[in-house]
């Protein structure tokens, strides 16, 4: 309900090393933004600049956007070798 206190404090909803996770996938895929082996589309190419910024405002992520980072970081990690 509106003006109650959430049960868990936001620092422990997401645990420290998925926040690392995030950031390092983040990282790993801003470095290939431009790289000739891989196919990002515009939209993905977005989303990775919007997730960037988001983390750096020290923001966690939604359950749908860590999924789709994951996804993408899967897919690029595995064309990049």
């Given amino acids: 309900m509106k003006g109650e206190r959430p049960l868990f404090p936001k620092e422990q909803l997401v645990s420290a090393k998925t ?6 996938r983040t990282e790993f895929l801003m470095d290939h933004l431009v790289d000739d082996r891989i196919a990002l589309t515009e ?3 977005t989303f990775i600049q919007d997730i960037e910024k988001r983390l750096s405002e020290e923001k966690d992520l939604t359950l749908s956007q860590s999924s789709k980072l994951n996804e993408i970081f899967h897919r ?3 064309a990049v070798g």
Avoid at 19 to 24: A, H, I, L
């Fill in 43 to 45: 939209w993905e190419m």
């Fill in 76 to 78: 690029i990690e595995e």
């Fill in 19 to 24: 926040r690392q996770m995030w950031y390092d």
